[in-house]
């Protein structure tokens, strides 16, 4: 596979709601992100298949 250039980085959402609940299992979300333009760590509402509402999702490291 090829190596891209450029500044684009892959990252992980994962949901804040979900972990505090203390239901099982995890809401993850896997997305692209401009290193350059938005260097602090994303913030996206998403929907969350195991709670069954839309909840904030953060990059994790």
Do not use: D, F, W
């Amino acid at each position: 596979m090829a190596t891209k250039k450029g500044n684009r980085v892959q990252v992980i959402l994962e949901c804040t709601e979900h972990k505090t609940s203390g239901l099982a299992g995890t809401s993850r979300y896997i997305t692209t992100k401009n290193k350059k333009n938005t260097p602090e760590r994303m913030e996206i509402k998403k929907y969350n298949p195991i709670m069954k509402k839309m909840t904030v999702h953060k990059e994790i490291k």
